[in-house]
């Protein structure tokens, strides 16, 4: 039996994976995959291989940063905003979406309005299988963390709180 055809926003992630000539599939749950948690248990993975898509913005310049966190993990924005050479600020609601084109919840690591600053969490580098979010709140798909680095065009930092 085919599966059901993907909802718009995730149709977009799975066209942008495969734009990056990657076969990655979207895969769609009955349940949330709307927090790190809730993904992990659909999936049934830890909570540290859910790549957390979480966008701030700079707090000068004013452009979008995108890190990429184990969900395992809580971002260090101080450090963050030493390795940018400016303070990042957690982006509102409708910055979000602007930038990304997708709401907060199914936020993907690619295929967004606007091309932001990627950092990557070192953490995710030693996983083999991780897992992000693919446009809506019940959207991901299973990837490597080198596919992450090339996707996103990330920088691999240090971004954990201590
Ligand atoms: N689909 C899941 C697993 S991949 C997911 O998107 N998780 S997430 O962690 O990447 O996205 C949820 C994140 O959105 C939260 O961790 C939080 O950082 C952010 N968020 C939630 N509510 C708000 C809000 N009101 N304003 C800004 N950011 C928010």
Known sequence: MSE???KDSAKRVQVALEGFGFDFRVREFPASTRSAED???AIG????QIVKSLIFQAAESGGPVLILASGANRVDEAAVGRLLGEPIVRAKPDFVREVTGF???GVPPVGHSRKPTALIDRDLMALEEIWAAAG???AVFALTPEALCRITEG???DIKQA
């Open 136 to 138: 809506t709140p019940n």
């Open 45 to 48: 993975c830890s909570v540290a």
């Open 4 to 6: 059901p055809a993907l």
């Open 155 to 157: 920088t691999v930092a």
């Open 39 to 41: 993904a992990a248990a």
């Open 103 to 105: 709401a907060i919840g």
